[in-house]
């Protein structure tokens, strides 16, 4: 890569230039840069102490190298070209590489400037080492590489815990020699699915009302790098091996933390800034993995919720009692809705009375339809109810289980409650709207069929 230097390179160079002409090879020889200075012809005939370390030669060897083997070593490209065009623009900047007495290959930038030297015209070159630089170019382009190999290789991947064991498969392959874990936040714990490098102890649910470091990562959602993890008292032993350094990153959904990236490793302050910044990208292109996954999975759930819709009204056309109907109707409703504390209320002269259940004990004796109780209002109302939290609800009544949510769908026939459909749970916010509708779906399925038995009956 050839280059006229801009105008505003050029005082280092005639700086340099200045305290080369006036000084002695102290000055040079501490320079930072190689320093070469040829004829218009290519005789070498002056170079400093880091030219001479660089290329593997003595300065003497190096003088007396002829022009050919000299520019073999010092610069490999058009030497032909190069003198021309410094002839013609009296400077030059340009990248080469430079050989060493062992063969080695380095990457140079070459600053050349036409100069009188003790009286001719000559060529006065810096050459400096880009080696360093040119490795940080490489490594930056090989992080960008695996981050983008990261965000592709994710989009075809349908569980989150596979997300996490690729996630870092290259965490690892750009941090190095680490260790960790991927925690998913549910309700008010984390929960570990998938543990990397190291034996890890026994992970149970991690509370968020616990004093530990990682709790901090999910409330506040921002990266925490703990240099040294042994001075911090609050700190979450993962792992049977205890770490030294840890790195808990955020992983976020539309502003929600949902899971957290731990990093740890066996060294005190690990993990750099650069570092962080890495993570943080991999972070959002699991955010978006789950975010694809929990849309797919909702789409699956949904499409699977209408087929059983379907197949609950086909069962129930082949019921020959109201007992069948029942059991039909609680089987559906634990395979569609997921919950476990289903039961169904019969509509009696003394009021509602349980006739079926999964999972919850049968009370045994009827609800009276003006009491209390979600179950009886929504009976009475002939509406559904649902409570997200039955703590807040004045409605709620305490039955033979703990419920903390609750929905109540009563099926109607005639102009008449003539029975509810009851599900219960034991955490806050169990239940959905879409819960909601799919439920009272299955109630006109069943108010259609005891329509029909009735019927027949007479």
Not at 162 to 172: H, L, P
């Amino acid at each position: 890569m050839i280059s006229k230097s801009a105008e505003h390179n050029d005082s280092w160079i005639e700086d340099l230039d200045s305290r080369f002409l006036q000084s002695g090879r102290e000055i040079i020889d501490n320079a930072f840069d190689a320093i070469f200075v040829h004829t218009i012809d290519g005789k070498l005939l002056e170079a400093n102490h880091v030219a001479c370390k660089r290329l593997g030669y003595s300065r003497d060897e190096l003088v007396n190298k002829e022009r050919e083997e000299l520019i073999s070593l010092a610069l490999i490209g058009s030497m032909p070209e190069y003198i021309e065009l410094i002839k013609k623009d009296g400077e030059l900047t340009f990248e080469s590489v430079s050989i060493t007495d062992t063969g080695e290959l380095i990457p140079v930038e070459v600053r050349a400037r036409r100069i009188n030297y003790q009286g001719d015209d000559a060529i006065l070159t810096f050459s400096r080492n880009l080696t360093d630089q040119k490795r940080k170019e490489n490594e930056q382009t090989n992080r960008l590489k695996a981050l983008h190999r990261h965000a592709v290789e994710l989009s075809r991947l349908y569980s989150i815990e596979n997300v996490a064991e690729y996630t870092f498969e290259v965490i690892k392959e750009l941090l190095g020699q680490v260790f960790g874990a991927f925690g998913v936040v549910e309700e008010d714990y984390i929960k570990f699915i998938y543990t990397f490098g190291k034996e890890s102890a026994s992970l149970s649910p991690l509370h968020l009302d616990d004093d530990v470091l990682i709790r901090s990562c999910v409330r506040i959602g921002k990266v925490q790098n703990i240099s040294d993890v042994r001075l911090n008292p609050h700190h979450y032993e993962l792992f049977t091996e205890k770490c030294v350094s840890e790195f808990d990153i955020p992983v976020k959904v539309d502003g929600k933390v949902v899971a957290v990236i731990v990093v740890q490793s066996e060294t005190v302050s690990a993990f750099s800034d650069d570092d962080r910044k890495i993570v943080e990208i991999l972070s959002e292109h699991v955010s978006s993995s789950i975010s694809r996954i929990e849309l797919l999975h909702t789409r699956l759930r949904y499409e699977q919720q209408i087929l059983s819709l379907h197949q609950h009204a086909a069962s129930l056309n082949q019921a020959k009692n109201v007992e069948e109907v029942i059991e039909i109707t609680l089987d559906t409703v634990e395979a569609v809705v997921g919950c476990r504390l289903i039961s169904y209320l019969r509509t009696t002269e003394k009021g509602l009375l349980a006739v079926g259940n999964r999972g919850s004990l049968t009370l045994g004796i009827p609800l009276p339809l003006n009491g209390k109780g979600i179950t009886t209002k929504a009976a009475r109302e002939q509406r559904s109810v649902l409570v997200n939290d039955t703590r807040l609800s004045p409605d709620f009544y305490r039955g033979s289980s703990d419920s903390l949510s609750e929905i109540a769908i009563p099926v109607i026939l005639a102009g008449s409650t003539i029975g509810v459909i009851n599900l219960e749970d034991t955490s806050v916010n169990s239940f959905s709207e879409t819960d909601l509708k799919i439920v009272e779906t299955l109630a006109l399925h069943v108010s259609s069929v005891l329509e029909r038995l009735a019927k027949n009956s007479t």
